[in-house]
């Protein structure tokens, strides 16, 4: 596929404790535009849901859920069923698998209409995924400054994630890390972001 694009140094964007590496693009502005247009079409999206300090929260960011198996995913005290992958999501998910040698078995979805829309600090270490599991995050549409911290120093880094862009999480970078997506009032166009995660 577009390897165009690829430099061949990848490094840790961590300083210690856990490998945030971004790829930069893996596809090429064209196809990332083409595949926004389908996955905001196609997919099932649903406002989010959450129960916090016992009061029920919809979020105004949409999410979908889609994997291998029957696989029941608890978050924020909601749980979710994965969907069964559809041809796009299957044939991305191969992609990501090329570039990371890694197998994902399930993939969470976020659709943030504009900059308005965030997420909130949080590091991905429900027991679901298993302990310093890989992470693949594959983003469409606007650009948008993903956030890393620390979780004892507060130290802190960013990278912006562009359209077409890979970005893998490894190694111990839950346990020690947390990330966020920042809200931005510049940000006037849809963004969809795909995380290939692997259920045990
Ligand atoms: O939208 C992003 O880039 C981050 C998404 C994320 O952190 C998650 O789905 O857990
Ligand atoms: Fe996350």
């Known amino acids: 596929m577009m390897d165009l694009f690829n430099t061949d ?13 971004y790829y930069g693009l893996i596809l090429t502005p064209d196809e990332a535009g083409n595949y926004l247009s389908v996955l905001l ?9 959450a129960v916090i300090f016992g009061k029920h929260i919809i979020t105004k960011r949409k999410v979908a ?5 029957n696989y029941a995913y608890s978050y924020s ?24 040698s890694t197998a994902y ?14 997420m ?19 983003s469409f549409g606007a650009a948008r400054k993903f956030a890393l911290k620390r979780k004892q120093t507060k130290q802190a880094t960013s990278i912006i994630l ?30 969809v972001n795909l995380t290939f995660r692997t259920m045990i």
């Open 105 to 118: 078995n399930s993939c969470l979805l976020n659709l943030y209409h504009d900059g308005s829309e965030g």
């Open 162 to 191: 562009e359209s077409g862009s890979l970005l893998i999480m490894r190694g111990t970078t839950q346990t020690y890390w947390l990330h966020a997506l920042p809200k931005s009032t510049k940000v006037k166009l849809p963004r």
């Open 41 to 49: 079409k196609d997919i099932a999206w649903k406002n989010d849901e």
């Open 65 to 69: 859920w889609y994997g291998d198996g």
């Open 120 to 138: 909130a600090w949080h590091s991905d270490d429900e027991k679901s995924l298993g302990k310093d599991t890989t992470i693949a995050s594959l």
């Open 77 to 100: 005290n909601i749980s979710r069923q994965a969907l069964p992958w559809t041809k796009e999501l299957l044939t991305l998910k191969a992609l990501v698998e090329k570039h990371t």
């Open 9 to 21: 140094i990848k490094h840790n964007i961590l300083p210690y404790d856990g490998e945030v590496v």
